[in-house]
Structures are given as structure tokens and as C-alpha cells.
């Protein structure tokens, strides 16, 4: 099983529709999780990072963290085409006095215009 | 803005063949980082650097792969001999501290082995 899941998609939305993109993972000990945005033959960019369960909001985009299910999200308010990327959900733990980063597989999101 | 810096971007090499790739971190960040992104597929590590030592490299195929990071700074990720199956993209991140909040990543380097 691996640590952290995240369904492949692809996932396609009319423009304006709200996106929910999730991921599960089974570690209890990961601490930090983020999302990352990855547009096509270009590295992943940070979109938000979380450390404690809960809500966390930036513009049009929400993360969401519940530790007691092992299951995050990030929502995209009034999606635009230009949000058509691969997202990426990584987890972060404690080890060797260092912290070792697990990403999902990514979604595939299309939005269309 | 800083980022971290990656050369080449696009690489095509024989099969048997060595290649290179070179990272320079944002200026400050300890922890240097060598991911392998296979299509289709998240980004999973290679090598994790703090300074000059490696932390962890567990997932580096050694027979074939060497990474270095000398002076604590940029670093070089090496494959002798290329195989087939290591056609992927080859991104390097860097983060400032050791903390689990964010690592940030160039634009990678693509690699396809004929």
C-alpha cells in the first residue's frame, strides 16, 4: 500500500465549477501537507502548504486537512482554464532529523472554457 | 524571486551512454533534493542532501547512479550507464530548513534514453 493515494483522474469541469481534489494517506506520522500545481513538462510549484487539521484558504483555493481520517483536500473556487494542471498532494514526516516528502500520483485537471 | 536552478532542461542520449544533470538551490537552502518523475506518475526520491552530506539515499540505484553536492551548494546527479527505463524527468528541489513545511522545485530536467 502506498503512503499516500490520490486518485489519477483526469477530471474535467465546465469554467466556474468547483473543484474538489483529494488524497488519503495511512502514516499517522506525517506532520505538514501541501499541494502542488504542475503544469505540463514544468516543475511542481507550491500552491499551499497545512500543518494542523483544519481549514486553510488563499484566494480561490482551500485546503483541507483531517487528521483523524487521513484525508486532505483542496478545493478551487471559480475555476478558470488556465487551472488545467496536474495537482500533487505530498505528506511530510519526521525522520533521521530530516523530513522525507511523499507525493501522490497527481490529478489531471481539465477545465474547460 | 529565487529559484532553483536546473540544466539541461531537455536531454536525449543513447542507451549505454552517460549523462549529467546540475542543480543550484535558492541561495541559503541547506537541504538539496534529486526526485525521479516517471509520466503519469509523483515525483519520488533519489537523494536528500543536508549541506554537503547525504541524509538519505535509499531509492538511488547506486550501481548506476552517483549524486554529489561538494561544496555544499549546487549539485550534479550522475547516471553511468543509461538504461531505457530511466527516461523520466529528473527534478531538484531545495528548502531553507530542516522543516516539513515546503520544498521548492526547478523546472526539471527531461531526460530520454534511445
Known amino acids: 500500500q502506498k503512503e499516500v493515494e490520490q486518485d489519477p483522474g483526469p477530471l474535467s469541469v465546465p469554467e466556474g465549477a468547483i473543484v474538489s481534489l483529494n488524497c488519503t494517506y495511512s502514516?499517522?506520522?506525517?506532520?505538514?501537507f501541501m499541494w502542488y500545481r504542475q503544469y505540463s513538462r514544468k516543475g511542481p510549484e507550491l500552491l499551499m502548504y497545512?500543518?494542523?487539521?483544519g481549514n486553510k484558504e488563499d484566494g480561490r483555493f482551500t485546503a483541507q486537512v483531517d487528521k483523524s481520517s487521513k484525508y486532505i483536500s483542496l478545493f478551487i473556487r471559480d475555476s478558470q482554464p488556465s487551472d488545467s494542471a496536474t495537482y500533487l498532494c505530498?505528506?511530510?514526516?519526521?525522520?533521521?532529523?530530516?523530513?522525507?516528502?511523499?507525493f501522490g500520483t497527481g490529478t489531471r485537471l481539465k477545465v474547460l472554457a | 524571486e529565487a529559484e532553483v536552478a536546473q540544466s539541461p532542461r531537455y536531454k536525449i542520449t543513447e542507451k549505454s551512454q552517460a549523462v549529467a544533470f546540475w542543480c543550484d538551490p535558492i541561495?541559503?537552502?541547506?537541504?538539496l533534493y534529486w526526485y525521479r518523475q516517471i509520466l503519469g506518475q509523483g515525483p519520488e526520491l533519489l537523494v536528500q542532501?543536508?549541506?554537503?552530506?547525504?541524509?538519505?539515499d535509499s531509492q538511488l540505484p547506486k550501481d548506476r547512479f552517483s549524486a554529489e553536492r561538494l561544496k555544499g551548494v549546487d549539485s550534479t546527479l550522475k547516471i553511468q550507464p543509461a538504461e531505457l527505463g530511466d527516461s523520466a524527468m529528473y527534478l531538484c528541489?531545495?528548502?531553507?530548513?530542516?522543516?516539513?513545511?515546503?520544498?521548492?522545485f526547478g523546472e526539471g530536467s527531461w531526460l530520454t534514453v534511445v
Open positions: 502514516n499517522s506520522a506525517f506532520q505538514y
Open positions: 528541489a531545495s528548502s531553507f530548513q530542516v522543516s516539513g513545511n515546503t520544498i521548492y
Open positions: 541561495s541559503g537552502h541547506a537541504t
Open positions: 542532501f543536508q549541506d554537503e552530506s547525504v541524509v538519505d
Open positions: 505530498a505528506c511530510a514526516r519526521p525522520t533521521s532529523g530530516t523530513y522525507k516528502y511523499i
Open positions: 497545512t500543518y494542523s487539521s
